[in-house]
């Protein structure tokens, strides 16, 4: 985790690549167990859970800590608190990255005003799991490393999840239905440091991804071990040959059809022919001998 490394000009900053999959705009945070003023006190602001991590913003200007960020990967006893008598809230232990501005361990506690703390639990500790499949879980948190540019405003995809889910899950967006205001996403061409839900990731830390050039949105191509998540393809690229089969792999996972009444069972549908029909003359040779 890092502390006042995710906003920019009074938004969420982003690394390349990464989508907001929740946001809710009514949120307090408390933190036990660090001593550093920046961690003192109920915070009032915005939480964002994106396709790698979950960032916090605060509302108040003056406030120290204007923004902490919570790698997936830097995450441990999440739970979900369900108390007779309060609203609900999910809690938790994070670790500092290295050079990210504090050091150690402490505890969280994120309520939801307005509700909604079971809806985005779920969904936090399902992508959490996701991500943690992209990479290997005995890695300690990568180092945090300022962007190598500029920050910019985030393109559209950048607001909001997949139309298409991933890999057949769809974030509840049903409760959370509202976006992060327009111009209030930011971006910088640096990919993520960790693994997440729609990017590989490589063990030491850093993603098998290249710095796009400046003003560019999309995330450079995963390696052919990744599944790539084609929102966030970049249009200028052109696939390799070898990254042909993961991309139909990716496609029959983005395919996959899934019955919550069946959940031992799934439907995948088989690969795409791609091969072109043999001749007349091929046909017919077969034939005769």
Not at 120 to 147: E, I, K, V
Not at 203 to 228: C, E, I, L, V
Request: with cysteine; proline share 13%; aromatic share 12%.
């Amino acid at each position: 985790m890092s502390l006042n490394t995710a906003h920019a000009n009074d938004g969420v900053l982003l690394h390349n690549g990464e989508c907001i999959l929740l946001f809710c705009d009514n949120v307090t945070m408390e933190f036990h167990g660090q001593e550093q003023l920046d961690f003192l006190g109920q915070k009032k602001g915005r939480i964002y859970l994106t396709t790698h991590r979950m960032i916090f913003n605060a509302k108040d200007k003056k406030e120290r800590m204007q923004s902490f960020s919570f790698p997936f990967v830097t995450l441990s006893d999440t739970e979900l608190e369900q108390p007779m008598f309060g609203a609900n809230y999910i809690k938790g232990k994070c670790c500092s990255q290295p050079n990210g501005n504090w050091t150690g361990e402490c505890k969280y506690k994120l309520h939801f005003k307005s509700g909604g703390a079971v809806e985005f639990g779920q969904a936090m500790l399902r992508a959490a799991a996701m991500a943690q499949r992209n990479g290997p879980g005995y890695d300690a948190p990568p180092p945090y490393q300022p962007p190598s540019s500029n920050w910019y405003a985030a393109p559209p995809p950048a607001y909001q999840a997949a139309p298409q889910g991933y890999y057949g899950w769809m974030p509840p967006t049903h409760a959370f239905p509202a976006s992060p205001p327009v111009n209030s996403v930011y971006m910088t061409d640096s990919p993520p440091p960790y693994p997440g839900i729609n990017s590989a990731y490589v063990s030491g830390g850093n993603p098998q991804q290249q710095p796009q050039p400046g003003g560019g949105w999309g995330s450079a191509p995963p390696p052919p071990s990744a599944a790539q998540d084609n929102s966030w393809a970049n249009p200028s690229y052109n696939g390799q040959p070898g990254l042909l089969a993961d991309a139909k792999a990716s496609e029959a996972a983005q395919s996959a059809y899934y019955d919550p009444n069946r959940p031992q069972c799934a439907y995948v549908p088989p690969p795409a022919y791609y091969e072109s029909p043999p001749s007349f003359q091929q046909a017919t040779g077969k034939k005769n001998q």
